[in-house]
């Protein structure tokens, strides 16, 4: 079993600050990415940032993020964050962590994505 719990949502005004925390715990042997998803109300669920682990990638970021979050990762603690500055009421969403587990399987491995229950985030004023 994997579990992924994310904190640290709630209720800004515009051009304020959130920072996100999502700590992977479980039966995890190596974890090859982690990332943040987000879910406004009637769309669909949308990538809006990465970052490799064993997978050594680059952070990435959907465009309209670019420049305003930051995702980092604290691989000793399993935890991926996401700074999200310059709010703007387009980014109320339920945000969503992601994380891609690596499992041996006989004389290979099996990397498998893991889901936390999401946290909201409301930016208004």
């Known amino acids: 079993q994997v579990q992924l719990v994310e904190s640290g949502g709630g209720l800004v005004q515009p051009g304020n600050s959130l920072k996100l925390s999502c700590v992977a715990s479980?039966?995890?042997?190596?974890?090859?990415?982690m990332g943040w998803f987000r879910q406004a109300p009637g769309k669909q669920r949308e990538l809006v940032a990465t970052?490799?682990?064993?997978?050594?990638?680059?952070?990435t970021y959907t465009n309209s993020v670019k420049g305003r979050f930051t995702i980092s990762v604290d691989e000793a603690k399993s935890t991926v964050y996401l700074q999200m500055n310059s709010l703007k009421p387009e980014d109320t969403a339920v945000y969503y962590c992601?994380?891609?587990?690596?499992?041996?399987?006989?004389?290979?491995?099996?990397?498998?994505?893991?889901w936390g229950q999401g946290t909201q985030v409301t930016v208004s004023s």
């Open positions: 970052i490799g682990i064993e997978s050594g990638g680059a952070p």
């Open positions: 479980g039966n995890i042997f190596k974890i090859n990415n």
């Open positions: 992601n994380a891609d587990v690596i499992t041996p399987q006989g004389a290979g491995i099996t990397i498998k994505p893991h």
